[in-house]
């Protein structure tokens, strides 16, 4: 079952706008993670917040996390064509960390 | 540094065939192993996971299995294959010290 829910599911943006998603979750959570898929492929790491952070920044990476609403955001700054991919947040669970991910957010960026 | 390695990147089945997907990972050991699913345009699905060898855990239950012979290796394995099989599988593992999982780039499969 999806963990997470993210919001907007597709997200279409000039270049060097800013774009943000929204991830929320249903559990108590360690940590929040956010990946990135391009298309077709398999997904890469992009930056983990934990439970005990409020925000945390990774070059043109900024991640919130509010627990008590039980939601993150993941803002990309200054965006570029090569930015177009899917974006999903993902939760931590169990002893073998199995993560859950949500929905994802396809995000295009136009030259 | 780690690897991880997932093979076929497309498959072509016809409906009843067996199904075997392989990865193997490098330059870690006693990693989490992980068989994820994803359907076009969705999230990812867990379908299976292993803490060590012969270990596996069953998220859903499914026309699938999984078995893992090896610390480094997670097959991923069907009798016969249903149209339902269809989607892009993703291999991943975790642990060494990392908090965060590292993806195969993935096996696109197609039952027809």
């Known amino acids: 079952s999806q963990q997470g829910e993210e919001d907007p599911q597709a997200l279409s943006i000039q270049e060097g706008e800013n774009a943000t998603m929204n991830c929320s979750y249903k559990t108590s959570i360690n940590n929040l993670q956010w990946y990135r898929q391009n298309s077709g492929r398999g997904l890469v790491h992009l930056i983990l917040?934990?439970?005990?952070?409020r925000e945390k920044h990774s070059g043109r990476l900024r991640v919130t996390l509010d627990t008590s609403k039980k939601s993150s955001s993941l803002l990309i700054t200054a965006s570029r064509a090569a930015d177009t991919a899917s974006y999903f947040c993902a939760t931590t669970r169990g002893s073998a960390r199995q993560l859950t991910f949500g929905s994802g957010t396809q995000l295009t960026v136009l030259p | 540094s780690q690897t991880i390695h997932q093979w076929p990147a497309t498959l072509v089945q016809p409906v009843g065939s067996p199904l075997s997907l392989e990865c193997t990972v490098e330059?870690?050991?006693?990693?989490?192993l992980y068989w994820y699913r994803q359907a076009a345009g969705r999230g990812l699905q867990l379908l299976f996971y292993s803490v060590g060898i012969g270990q596996i855990s069953s998220e859903v239950p499914q026309n699938l299995s999984a078995s893992r012979p090896q610390d480094r290796q997670f097959i991923l394995s069907s009798k016969k294959l249903l149209l339902s099989d269809s989607g892009f599988y993703l291999c991943a593992w975790s642990g060494g010290g990392y908090t965060e999982a590292f993806f195969g780039q993935g096996t696109r499969l197609t039952v027809v």
């Open positions: 917040i934990r439970s005990n952070e």
């Open positions: 330059g870690t050991s006693n990693p989490n």
